[in-house]
């Protein structure tokens, strides 16, 4: 830069000459902010003017990749698509729900919590799957012993998505439950329990979508439709719960390209 053009700009630290101390050390760290400033001077004295990347050619033969999921949904196993007027329903339902959610909010989190619900902290990913799901799912127990059939015994089985429970979730444990429960999906099956929450917390989730819940539904739609084509059983009940957590998210929030074709 020419001397008489940088007379002309603003000095970001315009700083003087100093009167600095004969034993004036650059190296050490600074005791004042005049000696502070100075270094910054040497410092940036000493920064050549260009400065030019050395690039290794061969490390650019190999072009970078980016893993992006694109695909849509699997579809429905044959005879068990949905039609449009069942996804439409459905939709008019679940938006329904949403709307009472939104409206009772305030009067559902005055309500007091048994002395048995103790919700976990948001960060609490092991807690927060247990308390969703109950031991016996998360530890994947094939059965309840008799003593616990005589009662309900909601650490085992895990608590419901109670009212007093969902509205007291802030939009950041709403998102943050969700990814937890559709980790846990992602390598486990299908459950009651887990499909419960998964339309609970759907419930409670704001539009529009921030970018990470965008990316969640769309794997739990993706996921659903995995689980749904290997369903080997044909169990009709837990097809039409995939099949209505497909519909909600892909008609309801817009993610069109999932949604299953009407039969």
């Not at 008019?92 to 103790?118: E, G, M, P, T, Y």
Request: glycine share 4%.
């Amino acid at each position: 830069m020419e001397p008489g053009l940088e007379e002309l700009m603003p000095r970001l630290l315009p700083v003087g000459d100093c009167d600095l101390a004969e034993d004036f050390d650059p190296t050490v760290p600074p005791r004042t902010p005049q000696e502070y400033l100075k270094r910054v001077q040497i410092e940036a004295a000493r920064c050549p003017d260009v400065v030019v990347a050395q690039i290794d050619p061969r490390k650019l033969k190999k072009k970078p990749t980016v893993n992006i999921s694109i695909s849509g949904c699997q579809p429905a196993p044959e005879g068990y698509s949905p039609t449009l007027k069942w996804q439409q329903q459905q939709v008019a339902n679940f938006s329904a729900v949403r709307q009472s959610l939104n409206k009772h909010r305030n009067h559902w989190r005055s309500q007091h919590l048994d002395s048995n619900v103790i919700m976990p902290k948001s960060e609490d990913e092991e807690g927060w799957k247990k308390f969703c799901l109950g031991e016996r799912v998360y530890s994947e127990i094939d059965a309840l012993s008799d003593n616990e059939n005589l009662g309900i015994d909601y650490m085992k089985v895990g608590f419901p998505p109670l009212l007093s429970i969902v509205s007291r979730m802030n939009q950041a444990t709403v998102t943050s439950v969700l990814e937890y429960l559709i980790s846990w999906f992602g390598e486990k099956k299908f459950t009651p329990e887990l499909g419960r929450w998964l339309y609970a917390l759907l419930a409670c989730l704001e539009k529009p979508l921030l970018p990470e819940a965008h990316s969640l539904i769309r794997q739990l739609a993706r996921r659903c439709s995995e689980v749904r084509a290997l369903e080997e059983s044909r169990n009709e009940e837990q097809i039409s719960a995939l099949n209505l957590i497909i519909c909600l998210v892909s008609r309801y929030f817009d993610q069109r390209d999932l949604a299953d074709e009407p039969s």
